[in-house]
């Protein structure tokens, strides 16, 4: 399937956004979806991730501030980013794996400003 991630902006300290990833197919069967995010200069990390049989995972930089939720009769995946600080900051991108290789979106930018 291909993603297509959506619902990034400029957004001061303390507020919210909500990020959103369509799937061009049914995501029912993928095992692993998630989010990373890159900010300039650093490498890509894990942002959250929501398994085929329902558990989430997430960073420890994000935990109580952002929930991840998937929809399979939707194709879709969301992350609802609250508290938002400033080294927030990043490209978002979404992705997949059934264990193997990543399928990514293109990311969306997300900018907190203090």
């Known amino acids: 399937v291909q993603l297509q991630a959506s619902g990034g902006g400029l957004v001061q300290a303390g507020g919210s956004l909500r990020l959103s990833c369509a799937a061009s197919g049914s995501i029912s069967s993928i095992n692993v979806m998630g989010w990373y995010r890159q900010a300039p200069g650093k490498q890509r990390e894990l942002v959250a991730t929501?398994?085929?049989?329902?558990?989430?995972a997430y960073a420890d930089s994000v935990k109580g501030r952002f929930t991840i939720s998937r929809d399979n009769a939707k194709n879709t995946v969301s992350l609802q980013m609250n508290s938002l600080k400033p080294e927030d900051t990043a490209v978002y991108y979404c992705?997949?794996?059934?264990?193997?290789?990543?399928?990514w979106g293109q990311g969306t930018l997300v900018t907190v400003s203090s």
């Open positions: 992705c997949s794996t059934n264990w193997g290789p990543f399928t």
């Open positions: 929501f398994t085929r049989s329902g558990s989430t």
